[in-house]
């Protein structure tokens, strides 16, 4: 596992402490997978009903608040396969 990967999973669960309601896969190129469920984040590659795919950079300026989510998916840089509104809920777990 990447360093990428274990610093975007200790992020991802102090954001959603209490869960996620779902599941969701982010693909952050080629540094692997993260899944986040109602048990927090942790890497892996598992069938999800919503995939974000970005590139790690892409995804640490989401998490650090220094991109919007949405504004990343609307010019591109984000890309949303499968439950958009799970996708949506995500987005503002993550702002």
């Not at 970005?54 to 995804?59: G, I, L, N, Q």
């Amino acid at each position: 596992m990447s360093d990428v990967i274990d610093a975007a999973v200790a992020a991802l669960n102090e954001k959603i402490s209490g869960g996620f309601d779902g599941l969701a896969k982010f693909v952050l190129g080629d540094e692997g997978t993260i899944m986040i469920d109602s048990n927090g984040a942790r890497a892996a590659d598992e069938e999800a009903d919503v995939t974000l795919i970005a590139e790690p950079d892409v995804f640490q300026a989401i998490l650090e608040g220094d991109t919007n989510p949405t504004a990343a998916f609307m010019t591109g840089k984000l890309k949303v396969d499968g439950d958009m509104s799970m996708a949506m809920k995500l987005g503002s777990v993550l702002s």
